[in-house]
């Protein structure tokens, strides 16, 4: 795949994923066209060798794998992990009010987000809403307003002169997006607004009343290249969504490989950004269930997974050069400067030396550099889905991921080259005839 189109296509996949639950479904859509076949986890199936399936669960977690033939000497699996969901602000469930002619919407804090970051953003806002349909049935609609229809203006600083000396933000009084200005005539409600969405949207579906919905508010400005010679990225969701397309990409891209006779898997977990703890979670059972499902007997599935390798991808903190003193002095990943591999002492990622070495052995013989970040010792450190998948699973574990600039903000930063970078390791991961072993 040409780094052009890949990135196109990378761009195509952000603007089409506002939420976890489109991103699944966008991601579904291209395994289906390119082969792999869906399956329902409460239907038996038949897995054939040399096939392709993938399963979703609760509409925001994914799995996808590809089934080795019967004849394939190496039986491990080459296992990648990321997440579908961001930090965000999700609209509560009676959320709409008046306030001085204005209607706004009650939101919670999703995660970790920069708050900061969200005011005077032109916001629109995306998710599911379960209706009930004129034959009686709940049914499960994606809408996306894609456009801007929200914002939450910053006070003036004529009202608070210690503004730029720092100020704690107020989630509850001050996280309020204003959606619409009242008119005497309005009788604005939330249920009132989805169904009008809906009908532009799902116009085939009878849709008798509103029930439930999980909707986000979310920054609906397009990526984009920028720097003098378009070497930089920003977008939002870069966390995590980056990782996501890096790994379905690579997933199809390794079915045109004939001589690729391996077992592969992805699974994009949600809920990673509240901590895991979720039936579509990395602390859940999907991962551990699918590959029940693939190998039924636990101690042949044991001693695969012992002999597989997992690579965790969740993007990576690049140097910042106006705070360059929160980094490691002799850790600062650079952006375009290739993948981050994570490491920590006290394991909250999941790389050791050995999986550090088979991931930096697959990279150079992709021809790409790899870097180093451990934090700083004296500040608390991050953590991903690798050790908990690792603990849970027995399997050995690298954490990797792009580096990137304003994590957690509304808009992200990554060098323009590193998605691509990042996907030339995976690919060859997934297309190496045998993983890298060591001795001892």
């Known amino acids: 795949m040409q780094e052009d189109r890949f990135t196109q296509d990378f761009f195509q996949f952000l603007q089409a994923s506002p939420t976890p639950f489109h991103a699944v479904s966008f991601m579904a859509a291209k395994l289906r066209e390119s082969g792999f076949h869906e399956l329902c986890e409460t239907r038996p199936c038949e897995l054939l060798a040399g096939n392709s399936y993938f399963i979703i669960r609760d509409n925001g977690a994914l799995a996808a794998f590809t089934l080795a033939s019967s004849n394939v000497a190496d039986p491990s699996f080459r296992i990648m992990g990321t997440h579908t969901d961001s930090p965000a602000l999700q609209i509560k469930p009676l959320a709409g ?43 499960t609609l994606l809408i996306d307003f894609k456009r801007p229809v929200a914002i939450i203006p910053s006070l003036a600083i004529h009202f608070d002169r210690e503004a730029n000396k720092g100020h704690a933000i107020n989630k509850q009084k001050e996280l309020v997006p204003i959606l619409s200005q009242i008119t005497e005539d309005d009788s604005l409600n939330i249920s009132s607004i989805l169904a009008e969405q809906i009908q532009k ?18 920054d609906c400005q397009p990526p984009s290249f920028l720097g003098l010679g378009n070497e930089f990225i920003s977008a939002s969701r870069l966390d995590n969504l980056l990782s996501c397309f890096v ?31 979720t039936a579509a979670g990395a602390k859940g059972s999907f991962l551990h269930s699918i590959l029940g499902r693939i190998m039924p007997d636990p101690v042949t599935r044991d001693r ?51 999986s550090g070495a088979i991931y930096k052995t697959i990279a150079t013989e992709a021809g790409v550099t790899t870097q180093d970040f451990v934090m700083r010792s004296d500040m608390a450190c991050g953590s991903t889905i690798g050790p908990q998948t690792s603990a ?36 060859r991961f997934l297309t190496r005839k045998r993983l890298p072993q060591t001795e001892g």
């Open 97 to 139: 009010k008046a306030s001085h002619s204005f209607f706004q919407l009650g939101v919670e804090v999703y995660g970790g987000p920069l708050l900061s970051t969200w005011f005077d953003r032109e916001l629109s806002i995306a998710g599911r809403v379960v209706c009930r349909t004129s034959e009686g049935a709940l049914t």
């Open 304 to 354: 695969t997974l012992h002999g597989s390798f997992f690579i965790s991808m969740d993007n990576a903190h690049g140097v910042h050069p106006n705070f360059s003193d929160k980094s490691d002095p002799d850790h600062t990943p650079l952006l375009n400067h290739g993948p981050v591999i994570k490491s920590n002492a006290n394991q909250s990622y999941a790389t050791t030396s050995i």
């Open 247 to 277: 790994g379905y990409s690579a997933m199809i891209e390794a079915l045109k490989d004939t001589q690729a006779d391996n077992n592969r898997l992805l699974i994009c977990n949600n809920h990673e950004e509240i901590g895991s703890l």
């Open 201 to 218: 949207e799902h116009s085939n579906r009878k849709v008798e009343a509103i029930i439930s919905f999980d909707l986000f508010c979310y």
């Open 392 to 427: 849970l699973l027995g399997i050995p574990t690298v954490d990797i991921g792009a580096p990137t600039l304003a994590m957690h903000s509304i808009r992200e930063m990554t060098g323009s080259h590193d998605p691509f970078l990042l996907y030339r390791t995976i690919n």
